[in-house]
């Protein structure tokens, strides 16, 4: 089970860190994905890390401005979200792959958690 959290209404030019928080898997064995649907958009991939923690994955919008990392000890994996525009906006999820550098494409992740909305507003 994942649970993603962090979420909030934040300006332009701010930053967030998300946290995805999994119990009853081997956390360790799985790549993790972080998403995100905008309103009356596809859901696309944001970021990815795999079991390690050594390589990542980002999606061209969002290089530069967010980081993903995880901390196994503590079966989670974060989003630090900086510089934050308005079409950053959206509700992102986490998932988990068993891949081990999947990418951003959804549907090489099976398990996926509820989302945490993030509103970037002025």
């Known amino acids: 089970q994942l649970q993603a959290s962090g979420g909030g209404l934040v300006q332009p030019g701010g930053s967030l860190r998300l946290s995805c928080l999994a119990s009853g898997l081997s956390f360790e064995d799985y790549a993790i994905g972080w998403f995100r649907q905008a309103p009356g958009k596809e859901r696309e991939g944001v970021a990815c890390i795999e079991p390690r923690g050594r390589d990542t994955n980002y999606a061209d919008s969002v290089k530069g401005r967010f980081t993903i990392s995880r901390d196994n000890a503590r079966n989670a994996v974060y989003l630090q979200m900086t510089n934050l525009k308005p079409e950053d906006t959206a509700i992102y999820y986490c998932?988990?792959?068993?891949?081990?550098?999947?990418?951003?494409?959804?549907?090489?992740?099976?398990?996926w958690g509820q989302g945490t909305l993030v509103t970037v507003s002025s």
């Open positions: 998932a988990t792959s068993e891949w081990h550098l999947p990418g951003l494409a959804d549907n090489l992740y099976d398990n």
